[in-house]
Structures are given as C-alpha cells and as structure tokens.
C-alpha cells in the first residue's frame, strides 16, 4: 500500500492505493467517482477518458501511482452545484445521448477539444473524439451537440436558448 | 513472487542509479500503453515498477550541432558541423505530431505520430517506448530508419550512441543492458532539397495497429533522385530498411516510370519474404500503394 496526493476536479485528495492500481481504479474505487466507466480495459474504447494536466488519457492505461500530484477532471468536475456544464446541456438537447456508456469519456474528449480549437470543423470533431467509442448513436448526434456546445462556449456559454 | 514496489523517478541520475542497483528486476514505464496491459496478463512480473514520465532531461525536442570529421578526396581531414535534431525518449506522440520541427520537409514525422493510436493514446505513448516495445507495428520506427537516426542510451557511468537500426534487435528486444536507458533519439535535420514522407495502411484510422507502412527520405537533385532511403512497418518481423528498393530508385529521373518499376519490385521483394505466409499476396499488392503515397508524400513537401 501506498499512500497519494492529488488534485481532482479542483480538490486536494490522498488517498491509500495498492501498488497494481490503475488510475481507474483510484477514481472509481477509492475516490467513488463512478463516473468514469470501465469498458475494454485495454485502451481502445475511451470509456474510461479522463483529463489529466488539460490532455485526455485513458485512465486504464495509467497507473495510479503515476498520478501522484497531478491535476484531474472527470466528468463529475464538468458541472457545477446546479448547473449542467454546456458540453452536457448540449448532449442532452441534441439526444445525443442513448445507455450513456461511452458519454462521460465523450464530454471530456469534447472539452478539450473545444479548449484548444473553439470552432471546430465536423471532421476535427470526429477526429477528437476518435478515441471513444459508441456502440448506440452512430455518432452524428454527437458531432451535432458539440457543434452546438462550442456555439454555446463562444457566446459566453451562458445562454439558455 | 515479491510484492511489486512502485517508484516515480523524479531525476535521471536517480532512475540510471536504481537501474544500477536493481538489474533486471526493473521495469520502465513511461505513456504505459504497453505496459500496463502486459503487467495486468502477468506477461511482466517485476519486482519494481519504475515511472519515468515525469523526468524532465527526457523532455523535450532541439537542435544541438554535432562535429563531423571526414577525409576528403586530397587526403585532409576536414571537420564539418551537422545540425542534428534530437527527440527525448519521454516525448509523446502528440508532442511530435504539433512540433513545429516536423513541419515542411520533416512532416512525414509528424504524419507518422499522428498515425498512432487514438488521441488519448498519443497524449501518453513515448517515442522511446514505441521503439523499446519494438513491435512489427511500431509506427514510429520505419521513419526513423529512413533518416538513419541513432539511440543515446545511458547507464550510471556512460552515455553511448548507436544506429537505431542497430539498437533494434528482434521482435520485442532491443540492444539495451538491464542498467541502460534508452535516453533520446537523434537525426540529421534535412537541406532544403532533402524529405521524409510517410503513408500507412490501416484498419480505420484511430487505433489502427499498422498493416503496412513506409517511409521515404529522398533527396532530390537535376530532376532526379540522388538518394533514397525507404524503411517499411509490418512488412515482417521488425520494421526494416528496403535497400533493394532504394537502389532501384537511386539515380533515376523522377517520373511515373520509374517509381512504377520500383512499386513492382517492392511488391516482388514482399512476396518473396512473406512466402508461404497468409497475407503475402494482399501485401505485396497493397505496399505497392502505400509505397507510392510514401513517395509522393515526400516529394510533395519540397514541392516536387
Ligand atoms: S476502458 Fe480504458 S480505454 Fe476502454
Ligand atoms: S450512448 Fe451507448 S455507448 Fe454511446
């Protein structure tokens, strides 16, 4: 056992790992932020995505010792107390959400996407959600509520129209 | 077995010190895309776990200037300056496919890197662990070949540099001693009349682990192809230079015949290296076309 330290969701936590844990691991098991799924464990389906120092990883593919002091968002870190973050608000507009599996990884895909590129092209989006895999929607949805979300996040991301 | 312990190595002396005190029983890990996965199937047992991703002299891509002595034709020794460009064995995928050092004529560097994996991936796999896992696969290496780079590999007492070519031995095993770590990669940079270029064949294009890939450095003059260097992925047990190839190019005026011939003698030299394998035939049609992306890529970037 181990004993470590790090930011999530704007938060200092510590908390005890085994050695063999990964990342994943950490967030679901010892922090309780189930948000972030499990779905291959193997580094293909983005389930698992999470936000570490602004770039996504997959969290199965990080060890949790690896994270010591660094700085993590999940999807739990998106919304405040009581409102939806844009990117969800979109998602839900948009129906682009079906069992909502894959969506966490999805959001956070689209947030950093959106951080780096504020108005993407259709392409570029389908290009930075590449890494998450969805087997419900066939994916136009998804493309078409991140559209809407940088639309939302460049007028402020306040609107409520 | 022993309990695994885990280490974060937060300087080089250090991580070459415990590499020192503990051979063999180390593992690196650096993006972990490779090793967790085997670490969790227990194909990796080791005592010690050892994080190198946070350590900064393996940050990072330069230029640094390299004195080369060579003879001349008189018989005097001349010393010329090389600017080289050199890549820590810590730096990401992502980081190459945005560096402004693989822009123009080194783009094919960048294409490669952006070949890889999904985004998620790229943000975590290491240059240096691609090349240590030395997979068929391994998108970054039949580029690296094509430029002829070196491994700078360290142990507590000495830094030593050796051709990538060299450094890769087998499948999965590079010429690496359990107190060694394989510390940047370095190359030529390119004259203006010098590019890479690089073209895959994959199953979709993120997570597609390589079919078939080349890459092609060609240097051009009068029209024609001075030199060329091509290295090819999943082509066989490790990525590999294709000097048969190269040397039916070399000389040659450019144009459709000659880079026809030399697809059809490429096809001709993969056939005969898979035979007997599945997939002989369907590669050796298919390289002929990665090939000749590869080329026109290249000579795309130097506006030819
Ligand atoms: S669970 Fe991590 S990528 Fe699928
Ligand atoms: S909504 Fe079901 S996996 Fe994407």
Redesign the pocket.
Known sequence: MKEISLRVNGEERSAEIHEEMRLLDLLRDALHLTGTKEGCGEGECGACTVIMEGKTVNSCMVMAFQAEGKEIITIEGMATKDKLHPIQRAFLEKGA???????PG?VLSAKVLLDENPIPTRDEIREGISGN?????GYNK?VDAIETAAGYLNTGGDSNA | MAPLSVYRGAELQQVLKLLQDHQGKVCIIAGGTDIILKLREKKLEPEVLLDISGINELKGISEYSKQLADTGLDGLKRITEQTMIKIGAGVTFSEIAKSPFFSQNLKGLADAALSVGSPQIRNAATIGGNICNASPAADIIPVLLALEAEAIVRSREKEETMSLQGFILDKGSVKLLPNQLLCSIAFSSLKENQSLGFAKLGLRKALAISRIAVAAFVEVGDNAFKNVRLASGACGKIPKREYEVEACLEGKAINDGSIEAAAELFKQVLKERLRGRSGAEYKGEAVKGVFKEALRKALGYQNI
């Open positions: 959400v079906q069992c909502g599996f894959c969506i999805m895999l969805c087997r419900c929607t998804i």
